[in-house]
């Protein structure tokens, strides 16, 4: 049996009690960064072994998995925050698992664009999510593509990328464009940054103390 935990992407009180449960409970937990997970590991008294499980290994890795997994341990991946699989390491090992007929449980649980979508008060009867953009090849292509959308369309920015994917959304989409920026998502610093695309650059473009991974929530075409 494998298990996708989705762990808390702010606030470590976010998880469930059946994910601590899981947690627990397996052989073996799979984790993007162990120094990470252990801060979470440490708060709820969880001994279980970890292992390296991330975007730079997981090729390496993934037959000495599934192997264990036949041979009859159980195990949960982790990310460092949020729900495997969603714009983090997951998809490789849930596809070798579908392939060798493996049991695969994904608990509900956190994940960064939820609230983002839901705080900005942007449609969300129907919406795309794009997750991270490319950062050469295709990115234009993209980034044309999310402004012809009716629906509002979601993107993930890391800090370092913000004020150059706002210049090209402006760019794409037009500076009136409704938006909504998320930072720190249930963190003690959370912050929303509304109005339009042209608004929010004009907010964060001299701020250069921004720090972990941003949500943008942006209208569809009118």
Do not use: W
């Not at 993007?32 to 997981?58: A, C, G, M, Q």
């Amino acid at each position: 049996m494998l298990y996708f935990v989705p762990t808390p992407i702010g606030n470590l009180s976010d998880i469930t009690l059946r994910a601590i449960e899981v947690l627990k409970s397996v052989d073996l937990v799979l984790a993007e960064d162990t120094r990470t997970s252990k801060h979470l590991f440490d708060k709820y008294d969880i001994v279980t072994p970890l292992k390296s499980f991330h975007i730079h290994n997981e090729h390496k890795v993934l037959q000495g998995i599934i192997e264990s997994l036949n041979a009859g341990q159980s195990m949960a991946l982790i990310s460092d925050a949020g729900t495997p699989g969603i714009s983090d390491p997951g998809f490789l090992l849930a596809r070798a698992c579908r392939e060798e007929g493996i049991e695969l449980q994904v608990l509900p649980g956190p994940t960064a664009f939820v609230p983002a979508l839901v705080v900005s008060g942007l449609p969300s009867d129907k919406f795309h999510f794009e997750g991270f953009l490319p950062h050469k090849k295709g990115r234009k292509t993209r980034l044309k593509y999310l402004a012809s959308l009716e629906q509002t369309f979601i993107l993930y920015v890391s800090p370092h990328r913000i004020n150059k994917t706002l210049q090209q959304l402006i760019e794409h989409c037009g500076e009136e464009r409704k938006a909504s920026l998320s930072r720190e998502i249930s963190k003690i610093h959370e912050e929303h940054i509304k109005g339009s695309l042209k608004e929010i650059f004009e907010k964060i473009e001299t701020r250069t103390k921004l720090k972990g991974e941003m949500v943008m929530v942006v209208n569809g075409v009118a």
